[in-house]
């Protein structure tokens, strides 16, 4: 059974670009959600998706957004980037209605 | 607004003792609590989990331990081992049966075992 896998681990972008930050899903899990994690903070909700289509959102502009793929993994897109977007983004699967998340190891994003 | 709240930024414990991790949160639809526990460059892996139904879940080394009234949980490590010392997240959510995957996290508390 594999884990959730994101890919990159770490990233530098400059203020104003777009970033894209990847996730396999845990093998068996239909639902994929993202989290932002600054520093001594806990992970925030950013939004999950389900059969392709985003299922709940957090408190996040627009500007982040994501895809499902048929296969369940997934991508998050964020736009215009800020300064304070530097962040970990944690990816988690599980099966819908299910608590049991798996979270991969994180993005580390940093915007200068 | 900070619904789930980890007061407690750090804790030190010996080996073989008990270890208390606090949490306290406000919104008082939650209705399912989860703890997490994080390495460094690793993921948050799920501890236990508790449903607002019950007052307690034990599993192995690890208790929850949930008041309602007073809107607060803890998590219990008896004993307290080494491998133990990590970043431990509460968690929450108000979901019911929906579950769009929404957990609300608290701050976060470094606990550190000491041999």
């Known amino acids: 059974e594999t884990g959730v896998t994101q890919s990159p681990t770490h990233l530098i972008k400059t203020r104003g670009q777009q970033v894209t930050l990847r996730c396999s899903s845990q093998s068996g899990h239909n639902t994929v959600s993202w989290y932002q994690q600054a520093l001594g903070q806990g992970p925030q909700f950013i939004f999950q998706?389900?059969?392709?289509?985003?299922?709940g959102r957090g408190n996040f502009p627009p500007r982040f957004s994501g895809l499902q793929f048929p296969n369940y993994s997934s991508e998050l897109n964020v736009n215009a980037l800020e300064l304070d977007d530097s962040a970990l983004y944690l990816c988690?699967?599980?099966?819908?209605?299910?608590?049991?998340?798996?979270f991969g190891s994180g993005t580390r994003l940093t915007v200068v | 607004d900070q619904q789930v709240k980890q007061n407690s930024p750090s804790l030190s414990v010996q080996e073989g003792r008990i270890s208390i991790l606090n949490c306290d949160y406000t919104?008082?639809?939650?209705?399912?609590f989860l703890w997490y526990k994080k390495y460094p460059a690793e993921g948050p892996t799920f501890l236990i989990s508790?449903?607002?139904?019950?007052d307690k879940n034990e599993d192995g080394r690890f208790t929850v331990f949930l008041n309602k009234s007073a809107k607060h949980l803890s998590l219990h490590i008896v004993p307290s081992q080494p491998g133990d010392s990590a970043v431990y997240f509460c968690a929450a959510s108000a979901e019911g049966s929906s579950n769009t995957g929404k957990l609300i996290f608290g701050q976060g508390t470094t606990l550190q075992v000491k041999p």
């Open positions: 988690a699967s599980s099966l819908v209605g299910n608590y049991g998340y798996t």
């Open positions: 508790i449903s607002s139904i019950k």
């Open positions: 919104n008082s639809m939650f209705d399912y």
């Open positions: 998706y389900y059969r392709e289509e985003e299922n």
